[in-house]
Nanobody
């Protein structure tokens, strides 16, 4: 069973930076796209950034130029570097991975989330 464990959340002042990490563990044939989602209080969960196994990336417009997603395939880990943080970035951030457990058996796995609070 594949598990995703996030780390790196916390309280930061506006304009500050945080780096989130998400490590995947367990048995899997391959880990394909990995991404970060967030859910602010009273709002729907939204995609923040995604990265394919080949390194192609995509971002929601509100974080372009401020956030950078990257991954270390050898460590099955995805990162989200967040700079110039704003109060509206406050949310629980969730890691997601599209996993091939075995050929023909794909699933989407979620972490439990890590809270990011941007406040002075």
């Amino acid at each position: 069973q594949v598990q995703l464990v996030e780390s790196g959340g916390g309280l930061v002042q506006p304009g500050g930076s945080l780096r989130l990490s998400c490590a995947a563990s367990g048995i899997a044939f391959s880990i394909n796209a990995m991404g970060w989602y967030r859910q602010a209080p009273g709002k729907q969960r939204e995609l923040v950034a995604v990265i394919t196994s080949g390194g192609s990336t995509n971002y929601v417009d509100s974080v372009k130029g401020r956030f950078t997603i990257s991954r270390d395939n050898a460590k099955n880990t995805v990162y989200l570097q967040m700079n110039s943080l704003r109060p509206e970035d406050t949310a629980v951030y969730y890691c997601n991975a599209d996993i091939t457990v075995r050929p023909g058996n794909d699933l989407s796995s979620w972490g439990k989330g890590t809270l990011v609070t941007v406040s002075s």
